[in-house]
């Protein structure tokens, strides 16, 4: 099955101050659907600014262009958006001196003030710009890359914007137009667009080389060169000043670190705290041009209606070697909060309790035992009262359930809503699809859940769950909405600067952390006793599951998903 991706500009241009002729400034609202008036807000802002005669210099001879871009399926990763920006869109020009990449959530608090630090700069060379953000360790969310020594590596926070000059973006644009079949991607899977995005720039572009002209001097492309040299060896503090490796930098394309796009406005208690301890050894800033805003609830305002833990139904995942080990953990954390919950496993145990799914555990892959739980849960979903969503989690993933059904509230139960952390598989090709990790919880609308168990079914029992679904819903034209809050991996796979601006949902992994810590720093919850964590309503008298068939008249079957994903490799599953 081929699906075609989309994109879609929306028909707005605005050139600030004059006739669109010469030289442009490309400013563009990355946008998902489902947070299009935020992107409104950010273009009506920039009016403003234009119409109070604030915007541009008198000496700036530029145009400058707004558009948004609307993200359908595949484009969420901007690298995967690049080839569309000179292909179907015409956006990117060879008169397009800066592009400025912004998020819907991005905040341009004054584009005089950014446009003035761009006119210091060389839009030929090639460069951009950003607030940097640096690993504390290898991590799997990064694909492990610099495993040795990750710290060094800086890569753009994209929500406070990014700024490329035009040459490098035109660069990038050819380079993976060229690149098409993946062959310089370190994967197929799309997890964190930022992190892959610098990552591919620093292994497939360089520095321009110094030339010499005819009288000897150097060229302006020298002079670019050794800008971009010694910005690297102030902007990246390497610790160690090994002559090999700032060899190795000056050679290669590393982000910009820029004091005026920001994490968020400084004003804000958490810039406050850091401002304080480092006032003492650097300058003061500049003023924050471009910054973060912190997420909130993308749904219609409209649909707006109260929401708590007695409305979600949690369909926790489990297996009969971890009842002892990782349950007890959920009783002790999240559960109180989570009335209606319901631990599905291999094999019923009625001191939990747990009800079987009549499916065997296998390695990997879990689709057949996924699609089981879904059923079993729609069924007892139907036998209880108000209950608008189904959270589909694993055994070791920590939640906040208020914070959670607070997000909730502004999103519309009674549509096919599918909301989690988003990845993608293979955005770059015609057959690519966004999915939901299942490890940091997929919440679905219970019309959702009866929409997929007609629909969806697996190619193989131990084919990736998280996935499957994913390509499911998508064929059936339902969009994979991201959730910042939700996290596939622990606290210390993420940036500082990502944990605060967005309060944490969920975490997932035990392994070199402190479950409880998690849960008490992270998201926010008390430790209840284990004997006051009231357990889940207790299933039949058996404590069995019927077991269900899970192919039949009406499944969409995704026969061209099988090759390969019988569960037995992990190649094509992100399994962490």
């Not at 210099?57 to 400058?64: E, G, K, L, N, S």
């Not at 993976?176 to 062959?183: D, H, L």
């Not at 059923?375 to 694993?394: C, F, G, H, P, T």
Request: include cysteine.
């Amino acid at each position: 099955m081929q699906l075609k991706p989309s994109f879609l500009v929306l028909p707005l241009l605005l050139c600030l101050g004059r006739v669109c002729v010469g030289k442009e400034i490309l400013l563009i609202i990355s946008c998902p659907q489902q947070a299009e008036i935020n992107c409104r807000t950010l273009r009506e802002s920039l009016l403003q600014q234009q119409q109070l005669n604030e915007a541009i210099p008198t000496d700036y001879a530029y145009d400058i262009k707004v558009h948004i871009l609307q993200e359908l399926f595949n484009y969420w990763t901007l690298l995967d958006a690049l080839p569309h920006l000179r292909g179907q869109t015409r956006l990117l020009n060879t008169n397009t001196d800066w592009i400025i990449w912004c998020q819907h959530n991005t905040h341009v608090a004054s584009l005089r003030g950014l446009l003035e630090q761009l006119h210091r700069r060389d839009a030929q060379e090639l460069a951009y710009y950003g607030h940097a953000l640096y690993d504390a360790e290898a991590t799997i969310v990064h694909h492990f890359a610099n495993y040795k020594d990750p710290t060094w590596f800086p890569y753009p926070m994209l929500s406070a914007g990014v700024v490329f000059t035009g040459a490098l973006l035109r660069s990038l644009v050819e380079l993976v137009a060229v690149n098409a079949p993946n062959a310089t991607r370190h994967s197929e899977f799309a997890i964190d667009a930022a992190h892959e995005l610098a990552r591919f720039i620093f292994d497939n572009l360089a520095p321009a080389v110094p030339n010499a002209d005819d009288d000897g001097k150097t060229s302006s492309s020298s002079s670019s060169s050794s800008r971009n040299n010694i910005d690297i060896d102030i902007d990246i503090d390497i610790g160690k000043r090994d002559v090999d490796f700032v060899d190795m930098l000056q050679r290669k394309i590393i982000l910009k670190s820029a004091d005026y796009i920001c994490p968020w406005a400084r004003v804000s208690p958490a810039w406050s705290l850091q401002s304080s301890e480092t006032t003492a050894k650097k300058p003061v800033p500049l003023p924050c041009f471009l910054h973060a805003k912190p997420e909130v609830a993308a749904g219609n305002a409209a649909h707006c209606v109260h929401t708590t833990g007695a409305h979600i139904y949690f369909a926790i995942k489990t297996c009969a070697k971890f009842h002892k080990e990782r349950i007890p953990i959920i009783e002790r954390t999240w559960a109180p909060d989570a009335m209606r919950r319901k631990y599905y496993s291999d094999v019923a145990d009625a001191g939990i309790p747990t009800i079987s799914t009549g499916q065997a555990n296998v390695p990997t892959g879990h689709c057949a035992k996924t699609l089981a739980i879904l059923q079993l849960s729609l069924k007892d979903i139907n036998e209880q009262a108000d209950i608008r969503w189904l959270m589909l989690v694993d055994d070791d993933t920590l939640l906040s359930v208020p914070r959670l059904s607070a997000l909730l509230s502004c999103y519309n139960h009674t549509a096919h809503m599918y909301l989690g952390e988003r990845y993608g598989y293979r955005l770059y090709a015609p057959d690519g699809f966004n999915y939901h990790t299942g490890g940091a919880g997929i919440v679905l609308s219970v019309p959702l859940v009866r929409l997929m168990v007609e629909h969806c079914s697996c190619p193989t029992a131990s084919a990736p769950d998280d996935m499957i679904l994913g390509y499911c819903l998508q064929a059936l034209g339902v969009p994979a909405v991201h959730v910042p809050g939700l996290h596939q991996a622990r606290p210390q796979d993420y940036a500082p600067e990502l944990l605060q601006l967005n309060a944490p949902i969920s975490f997932h992994k035990y392994w070199h952390t402190s479950p409880e810590h998690t849960y008490t720093r992270w998201l926010g919850g008390t430790l209840a006793n284990a004997s006051s964590a009231r357990h889940a309503s207790r299933p039949g008298k058996d404590g069995l599951g019927t077991p269900l068939q899970l192919h039949g008249r009406g499944l969409l079957q995704l026969a061209n998903m099988g090759a390969g994903w019988d569960g037995g490799t992990s190649k094509h599953h992100l399994d962490l």
